[in-house]
């Protein structure tokens, strides 16, 4: 069934701009993961947060978790033409290692 | 190089026919999925494959089968075609383990008309 539920589903700004995508998923889980997928392309891990966790920072990627609301975050920093692509979130739950993605934010950054 | 791949990049079929997918990684995973993306981009478990054992979404129809040869291949195997099985099919690899993140193939995208 699926985990996790992206918004909102696109997402339209200019280059410079913060942009903030969230997650929310159902279940407890072990981990939270965030992927890119540029047009045509296969998805690309940016970031895992772990359950006991609650923030994460890669580069201009910033991720949090609130697990109490069963919630995700993922906000892009001074956005660049080059981040439009498509980001889902993936929960891993309970005794599996299969993480189970969301239908994805569509993000378009104009230059 | 490339960690993942797949072939062919673009399948183009007619239904009622039996297609292939090969998969290949060169990362040394242990485990290896195949993923069904469809037109509103909704990606879903196919199956989850390592030397222990074979997980199948039991949603799966039974006419698709993954056949590994060795540890770095899992071909998907597509028997009597249909309309509805036109999508995007990911292969990925990863550890077996629930911290390791995915590496996923550039897709094939299949087409039956």
């Known amino acids: 069934s699926q985990q996790g539920e992206e918004d909102p589903q696109a997402l339209s700004i200019q280059e410079g701009e913060n942009a903030t995508m969230n997650c929310s998923y159902k279940t407890s889980i072990n981990n939270l993961q965030w992927y890119r997928q540029n047009s045509g392309r296969g998805l690309v891990h940016l970031i895992l947060?772990?359950?006991?966790?609650r923030e994460k920072h890669s580069g201009r990627l910033r991720v949090t978790l609130d697990t109490s609301k069963k919630s995700s975050s993922l906000l892009i920093t001074a956005s660049r033409a080059a981040d439009t692509a498509s980001y889902f979130c993936?929960?891993?739950?309970?005794?599996?290692?299969?993480?189970?993605f969301g239908r994805g934010t569509s993000l378009i950054v104009h230059p | 190089d490339t960690a993942v791949s797949q072939t062919p990049k673009y399948l183009v079929t007619q239904m009622g026919n039996d297609k292939s997918i090969k998969c290949e990684q060169n990362?040394?995973?242990?485990?290896m999925y195949w993923y069904k993306q469809d037109s509103k981009k909704f990606l879903k478990i196919m199956f989850s494959?390592?030397?222990?054992?074979?997980?199948i979404n039991e949603t799966v129809p039974n006419r698709f089968s993954p056949k590994s040869p060795d540890k770095a291949h899992l071909n998907l195997h597509i028997n009597s075609l249909e309309l509805g099985d036109s999508a995007v099919y990911f292969c990925?690899?990863?550890?077996?383990?629930?911290?390791?993140?995915?590496?996923f193939g550039p897709g094939t995208r299949l087409t039956v008309t």
């Open positions: 993936a929960t891993v739950s309970g005794g599996s290692y299969i993480p189970t």
């Open positions: 494959y390592n030397n222990k054992e074979l997980i």
């Open positions: 990362l040394g995973h242990d485990t």
């Open positions: 947060i772990r359950s006991n966790e």
């Open positions: 990925a690899s990863s550890q077996e383990h629930r911290d390791y993140e995915q590496y």
